[in-house]
């Protein structure tokens, strides 16, 4: 009798690359181990502010997932179309594939259209074409004013907009053109990295302060007009702060985070919620159905106050941990006990060699038990390192 067992992997991003890997070293011969993509390669986000500024090449930081071969992990280069959790079932272009689990890390939709104007204005510092074309331009960029938008909440990696203007300011003052530049952060949230607790939020907002970045909270874009160059806030939900409510303003360039939202595929599935995302046992990472199973940005989960859990690849790297050693425990009918508690850390870039690192747990509960370490060289190095490291350890 074959005893092996089928699972499927949706996504091979932060979360389906881990898991892959950790489930084909734990389970072996008793797992066959099934990865689908729609892009051939697996991309290191993180890396996109570095190739913002030229200091990485896009080869350099992706790598085609029909490598994980070698390991024993089959690759199937597809776009997934339909889950039937009921039957089991995942149908692709070409194909319908059986599986005994599923694990879905399909990560964030990235919506600009849902902003009238936006994606034919500005840069999307989430696309690797985005930020190529970005950094082809930051080369004649003469200085004026430099609009960095978040234009919606959710959206991964809340560190990442903060890095951008850091990074854009070190570019601009090197060039020697930062006396005729001026960088505005305009984000619906109340505080940098809200998510981090407001400790946290106001040491960057600090940071940002010392650097003459200027940075304008509960700002909810509605549109773009590309003609005139202007941002277009929306009059309501913003409180006294939200100085930027209701008003009309004016930039030269526009680097933005669209909007995001949970996979179609997901929503259509009857596994998602209104807007895509995936309600999980936040510790078992397990859905409503007894051998699927949800991971990284396309979970909806919170932290103790109720608001959501910021979406990161630390949190999916470490959900495809305690998902794949389960799943590898139950076919070794072993007990499946292993939680994840919430524990996370990040690299914040603050320009000029130097990062911050913010590390602790978010599930604490009455709220997040995060600290941040000063900026400095060594962290900066770490953020470094950790990219080397990922692009080998996985393949
Ligand atoms: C600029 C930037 C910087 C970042 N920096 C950091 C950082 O420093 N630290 C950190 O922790 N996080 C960072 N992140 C966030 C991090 O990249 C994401 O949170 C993480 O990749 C989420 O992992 P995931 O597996 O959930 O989804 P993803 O990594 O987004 O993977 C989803 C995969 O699913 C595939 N897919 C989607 N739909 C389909 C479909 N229908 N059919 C087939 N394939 C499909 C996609 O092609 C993709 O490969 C950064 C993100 C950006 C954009």
């Given amino acids: 009798m074959n005893a092996q067992k089928t699972i499927i992997i949706l996504g091979g991003g932060t979360g389906g690359l881990v898991a892959a890997n950790e489930l084909k070293k734990k389970a072996g011969e008793k797992a066959r181990v099934i990865l689908i993509d729609k892009n051939p390669n697996h991309i290191y986000a993180p890396s996109f502010l570095w190739l913002m500024l030229g200091k990485r090449q896009a080869e350099k930081i992706q790598k085609p997932l029909s490598l994980l071969k070698r390991k024993g992990i089959e690759f199937i280069n597809e776009e997934i179309i339909k889950i039937n959790p009921e039957s089991k079932l995942v149908k692709t272009q070409n194909q319908n594939l059986q599986y005994d689990y599923l694990i879905v890390s399909l990560g964030a939709e990235l919506v600009p259209e849902k902003i009238p104007g936006l994606a034919e204005s500005g840069y999307n510092l989430y696309a690797l074409k985005g930020v190529e074309k970005l950094r082809d331009d930051l080369e004649n960029f003469a200085g004026g004013?430099?609009?960095?938008?978040?234009?919606?909440?959710?959206?991964?990696?809340?560190?990442?907009?903060?890095?951008?203007?850091?990074?854009?300011?070190?570019?601009?003052?090197?060039?020697?053109?930062?006396?005729?530049?001026?960088?505005?952060?305009?984000?619906?949230?109340?505080?940098?990295?809200?998510?981090?607790?407001?400790?946290?939020?106001?040491?960057?907002?600090?940071?940002?302060?010392?650097?003459?970045?200027?940075?304008?909270?509960?700002?909810?874009?509605?549109?773009?007009?590309?003609?005139?160059?202007?941002?277009q806030f929306s009059?309501?939900?913003?409180?006294?702060?939200?100085?930027?409510?209701?008003?009309?303003?004016?930039?030269?360039?526009?680097?933005?985070?669209?909007?995001?939202?949970?996979?179609?595929?997901?929503?259509?599935?009857?596994?998602?919620?209104?807007?895509?995302?995936?309600?999980?046992?936040?510790?078992?990472?397990?859905?409503?159905y007894d051998t699927v199973f949800a991971i990284g940005d396309v979970i909806a989960a919170t932290v103790a106050s109720g608001k959501p859990r910021p979406k990161a690849g630390v949190f999916a790297h470490y959900e495809a941990e305690v998902v794949a050693e389960n799943i590898a425990r139950e076919l070794k009918r072993l007990p499946a006990d292993k939680k994840y508690d919430g524990h996370a850390s990040c690299f914040l870039e603050t320009g000029f060699g130097k990062a911050g690192f913010a590390h602790g747990n978010f599930y604490h509960a009455p709220a997040p038990a995060i600290k941040m370490k000063r900026s400095g060289r060594i962290w900066h190095w770490g953020k470094i390192l950790f990219e080397k490291y990922w692009l080998w350890k996985w393949f």
């Fill in 145 to 231: 004013k430099v609009a960095i938008v978040v234009s919606s909440l959710p959206f991964k990696c809340p560190a990442a907009p903060y890095e951008a203007a850091f990074l854009l300011n070190e570019r601009f003052q090197e060039r020697g053109i930062s006396g005729k530049t001026e960088i505005n952060i305009y984000t619906p949230e109340t505080l940098p990295l809200p998510s981090a607790g407001p400790d946290i939020g106001k040491a960057v907002a600090e940071m940002l302060a010392e650097r003459k970045i200027g940075f304008n909270p509960e700002t909810k874009l509605v549109s773009v007009n590309p003609q005139k160059r202007e941002l």
């Fill in 235 to 288: 009059a309501q939900g913003g409180s006294a702060s939200g100085g930027e409510n209701g008003k009309t303003t004016s930039f030269d360039l526009l680097v933005f985070i669209p909007p995001h939202q949970g996979p179609k595929v997901m929503k259509d599935s009857g596994l998602g919620n209104e807007a895509g995302w995936i309600p999980v046992d936040k510790e078992t990472l397990k859905t409503k």
